[in-house]
Protein backbone atom coordinates (compact mmCIF):
# COMPACT_ATOMS: atom_id res chain seq x y z
CA UNK A 1 0.00 0.00 0.00
CA UNK A 2 1.26 3.09 -0.98
CA UNK A 3 1.89 6.28 2.12
CA UNK A 4 -0.36 8.42 1.96
CA UNK A 5 0.34 12.67 3.66
CA UNK A 6 -2.54 12.63 6.69
CA UNK A 7 -2.59 16.33 6.01
CA UNK A 8 -4.13 16.15 2.30
CA UNK A 9 -4.32 12.23 1.81
CA UNK A 10 -2.10 12.19 -1.41
CA UNK A 11 -0.49 9.39 -1.96
CA UNK A 12 3.73 8.43 -2.64
CA UNK A 13 5.46 5.84 -4.17
CA UNK A 14 7.80 5.58 -1.01
CA UNK A 15 8.25 7.04 2.41
CA UNK A 16 11.25 9.65 1.37
CA UNK A 17 8.72 10.70 -1.33
CA UNK A 18 6.08 11.08 0.91
CA UNK A 19 8.35 12.72 3.97
CA UNK A 20 9.57 15.71 0.78
CA UNK A 21 6.17 16.37 0.17
CA UNK A 22 5.26 16.85 3.59
CA UNK A 23 7.97 19.24 4.49
CA UNK A 24 8.24 21.16 1.21
CA UNK A 25 4.01 21.27 1.40
CA UNK A 26 2.99 21.56 5.07
CA UNK A 27 6.12 22.21 6.80
CA UNK A 28 6.32 26.54 8.25
CA UNK A 29 10.22 26.18 8.63
CA UNK A 30 10.96 24.98 5.17
CA UNK A 31 12.16 28.48 3.15
CA UNK A 32 11.24 27.97 -0.54
CA UNK A 33 14.05 29.01 -2.99
CA UNK A 34 13.05 32.65 -4.46
CA UNK A 35 14.59 33.70 -7.83
CA UNK A 36 16.82 36.58 -7.45
CA UNK A 37 15.82 38.89 -9.97
CA UNK A 38 11.72 38.60 -9.67
CA UNK A 39 11.35 37.08 -6.18
CA UNK A 40 8.98 34.14 -7.15
CA UNK A 41 9.42 30.90 -5.13
CA UNK A 42 9.77 27.85 -5.88
CA UNK A 43 9.37 24.17 -4.04
CA UNK A 44 12.99 23.08 -5.02
CA UNK A 45 16.21 24.10 -6.77
CA UNK A 46 15.89 22.37 -9.91
CA UNK A 47 12.45 24.37 -10.15
CA UNK A 48 13.87 27.65 -9.52
CA UNK A 49 16.76 26.88 -12.07
CA UNK A 50 14.47 26.11 -14.77
CA UNK A 51 12.83 29.25 -14.54
CA UNK A 52 16.01 31.08 -14.47
CA UNK A 53 17.30 30.07 -17.56
CA UNK A 54 13.64 30.19 -19.33
CA UNK A 55 12.79 33.79 -17.92
CA UNK A 56 15.89 35.27 -17.27
CA UNK A 57 18.59 33.65 -19.57
CA UNK A 58 19.62 37.60 -21.02
CA UNK A 59 19.90 38.59 -16.80
CA UNK A 60 21.39 36.29 -15.22
CA UNK A 61 23.85 33.14 -14.89
CA UNK A 62 22.70 30.52 -13.04
CA UNK A 63 24.95 27.86 -10.70
CA UNK A 64 23.37 24.19 -11.46
Do not use: M
Not at 6 to 21: F, M, P
Amino acid sequence: ERPACEICNRTYANKGSLAKHVREKHSDDFERPACEICNRTYSNKWNLVKHVREQHSDEACVDG
